[in-house]
């Protein structure tokens, strides 16, 4: 079975009810099933080899929605582009994968150099054949139906990169099933289901998209992904589930006059991307109601390998945790000498099973170092306790996860290291109420030579975009260092501490 199966199963036993609510007005199954089926057809048309790759930038829309399902039934494989990012990092995505097709919204056009692929428009106005030509031309058709192992890749998804080669993850057919299984069983989705579209599709977002529609349920998408419209469309369009990081949660709750009312059938808020402490936990479940959820996962092991439901929150040791192990994979935590640790003993946690990744795209060597004996290597630490919830302690990796999006410092200390200015750098993450973390950088200048905190952000901005830009610079006459000269980025991190606390 493949994964699209799951949403053409749902067309056949649902065909008249809405799977896409949009500003611009409903798609029910039946239509979408069909469009899907004609994009599809056309796409194969354009490209008929299987799995190749199919790069998609665009904002949350139906045809975004439309585009990705039909790519999935065309045997190829998605490429997510983040239209919030820079041509720069897009360029060095599409260089790595080599579409042969890429699709495009008006947001996602200028962000897409000519001569990459063949270019589809989603919308009127861009570049390239129209959507509704391809439409055309596939109408009433049924596309090709390869014949492609479990292992096949369904997605590449990258996890940063900004220098040297970016780390495409290749995500298995396997992997999305297990991941659409135990998302419709955590959050015992129903057709009365209605999934408000409130983070980027390309993210966290996406792995919900086919077991909402599994399940016959409808996804809600809004003109604005602002507080305001996501609480309008729960209080006014029947929204009972959806997915967001931490920051956005607040943000919703900050909202003047906005109460639990606004929510009357909300079940499941799920929160990920970036932690969130207990006594935010305590405030959130307060706000909406005991419906507060989150998962654990990473792009090498899709957003469900552990699961934390409502339920499990009612019981106050369990609010620092991420929960427990879904369906078909295992989690353990290890020794640095790949020895797996008993219950309660901190270590890295590991990952076996049907969710792990095939591998880093065109990367075999870091594969190799992050898959050992079939255990997927978090680069997180924790523990599990007796009862099987898992509790993550600090990360290995230096990853800054901020608004739930990740920062990878060395991408960041780079770019700044490019300003002519800066001598050298450190760049980490510091805990912050809106964000969960935000990007923190120390820099020390070149003698005689400064910049202020405005030239640096908008240098950074410039290469990276705004996630990545610092949002506060501590200046150091000399950074401090080991014997050997190395910077040590624990004593700037806490010097920064001390001095934003």
């Given at each position: 079975m493949?994964p699209?199966?799951?949403f053409f199963?749902?067309?056949e ?5 809405v799977a896409?609510?949009?500003?611009e ?16 057809a056309?796409l ?7 799995q190749?790759?199919?790069?998609l930038?665009a904002g ?6 439309l585009?990705?399902?039909?790519v999935?039934?065309s045997g190829k494989i998605w490429v997510?582009?983040n239209?919030?990012?820079t ?6 995505i ?6 042969s ?7 996602g ?8 692929g063949q270019?589809i428009s ?9 959507v ?5 031309r596939?109408a009433g058709r049924?596309?090709l139906?390869?014949a492609l192992?479990?292992?096949a ?10 220098t040297?080669?970016?780390?495409g993850?290749?995500?298995p ?10 998302q ?11 999934y ?10 996406g792995?919900?998209l086919?077991?909402?529609?599994a ?6 998408l809004?003109d604005?992904?602002?507080p305001a419209?996501i609480?309008?469309?729960?209080r ?7 997915f ?11 909202q003047?006059?906005?109460?639990r009312?606004?929510?009357p ?6 929160y ?10 305590e ?17 090498e ?10 339920a499990?929150?009612e019981t ?5 945790s991420v929960?427990?192990?879904?369906w078909?994979s ?13 219950r ?5 946690v590991v990952?076996?099973?049907d969710?792990v990744m ?5 990367l075999p060597?870091?594969?190799a ?13 924790g523990?599990?306790?007796?009862r ?7 990360r290995l990796r230096?990853?800054?996860i901020t608004?739930?999006?990740n ?5 960041v ?9 800066v ?9 912050d109420?809106k964000?969960?973390e935000?990007v923190h950088?120390?820099v020390?200048f070149?003698p ?6 405005d ?7 410039a290469?990276?975009?705004p ?5 506060q610079?501590?200046?150091?006459a000399?950074?401090p260092?080991s ?5 040590l980025?624990n004593a ?5 501490l001390?001095e934003?606390?």
């Open positions: 493949y699209i199966d799951f199963r749902a067309a036993q649902y065909p008249d009810r896409l609510d949009a500003p007005g409903q798609v029910t199954y039946a239509r979408l099933a069909a469009d899907v089926r004609a994009l599809a056309a194969q048309d354009l490209d008929p080899a299987p190749t790759r199919v790069a930038c949350n829309s139906s045809r975004h929605i585009a990705l399902l039909a999935l039934a997510p582009l239209y919030r990012s041509a720069r990092e897009i360029g060095r599409l260089d790595a994968t080599e579409p097709i890429v699709i495009v919204d008006a947001a056009e200028p962000l897409v150099p000519a001569g990459v270019r989603l919308g009127p106005d861009a570049t390239g054949t129209a509704d030509t391809l439409l055309a596939g049924e596309p139906r390869h192992p479990r292992e890749t369904q997605a590449i998804k990258f996890t940063g990169g900004t040297g080669l970016p780390k993850v290749m995500q057919y396997h992997a999305w099933n297990a991941g659409i299984i135990n419709i069983t955590s959050w015992g989705l129903t057709p009365d289901d209605r408000v579209v409130a983070a980027p599709v390309t993210h966290g977002t792995t919900y086919l077991p909402v529609l399940s016959g349920g409808a996804h809600v809004l604005a992904a602002t419209a609480t309008a469309a729960f006014e369009r029947g929204g009972t589930l959806s967001m990081p931490p920051t956005l949660i607040y943000m919703i709750m900050a003047p006059g906005v109460s009312a606004d929510f059938r909300l079940r499941n808020l799920i990920g991307g970036a932690p969130m402490p207990p006594e935010k936990i405030r959130a479940r307060a706000f909406f109601g005991p419906v507060l959820g989150t998962t654990y996962g990473q792009t092991a899709p957003q469900i390998v552990t699961v934390l439901r409502p499990d929150l106050p040791a369990n609010r620092a929960g427990r192990v879904t078909l295992d989690v353990a935590i290890m020794a640095p000498d790949g020895a797996l640790l008993p309660g003993e901190i270590g890295e990952v076996h099973g969710l095939s591998g880093y795209w065109r060597e870091k594969t170092e992050t898959i050992v004996d079939g255990w997927l290597h978090t680069g997180d630490t523990l599990i306790d007796t099987g919830y898992l509790f993550l302690k600090d230096d990853v800054i608004g739930g999006f920062v990878y410092p060395v991408d200390e780079n770019a700044l290291s490019a300003h002519p200015a001598y050298e750098c450190s760049v980490f993450g510091l805990p109420d964000w969960g935000a950088a120390a020390q070149h005689g030579a400064t910049a202020d905190a030239a640096l952000k908008a240098h950074v901005r290469l990276l975009g996630v990545a830009t610092p949002k610079f501590h200046i150091h000399s950074l260092r014997p050997v000269g190395k910077v980025k700037v991190r806490d010097a920064a001390k934003t606390s």
